[in-house]
């Protein structure tokens, strides 16, 4: 099996920056894609950005122009730079991966990101 554990949640203010990283490790015959949702209270979980083996991004429209997202597949890892955060943007923020010829879907426990206004 495989495990994702991501990294760099906290508290920011509005306008400030975070960089969320995501690991992954166990039988990881290929990566097709990883990428980023995120939950915030009384919502569903969204697609944040997703990056595929291309890699070609894409980006849900509420933080296009504000987050970037990159891989290193050398080292299964998946960054979230996420710049300009608005209060809107808190939630709990779960890694996801594709893994396999058969595209199975890992997910990390989450890390959290709260911005203040």
């Known amino acids: 099996q495989v495990q994702l554990v991501e990294s760099g949640g906290g508290l920011v203010q509005a306008g400030g920056s975070l960089r969320l990283s995501c690991a992954a490790s166990g039988s990881i015959p290929r990566i097709n894609a990883m990428g980023w949702y995120r939950q915030a209270p009384g919502k569903q979980r969204e697609l944040v950005a997703r990056?595929?083996?291309?890699?070609?991004?894409n980006y849900a429209d509420a933080v296009k122009d504000r987050f970037t997202i990159s891989r290193d597949y050398a080292k299964n890892m998946v960054y979230l730079q996420m710049n300009s955060l608005k209060p809107e943007d808190t939630a709990v923020y779960y890694c996801?991966?594709?893994?396999?010829?058969?595209?199975?879907?890992?997910w990390g426990q989450g890390t959290q990101v709260t911005v203040s206004s």
């Open positions: 990056i595929f083996s291309s890699g070609s991004p």
């Open positions: 996801n991966a594709q893994i396999g010829s058969q595209y199975v879907t890992y």
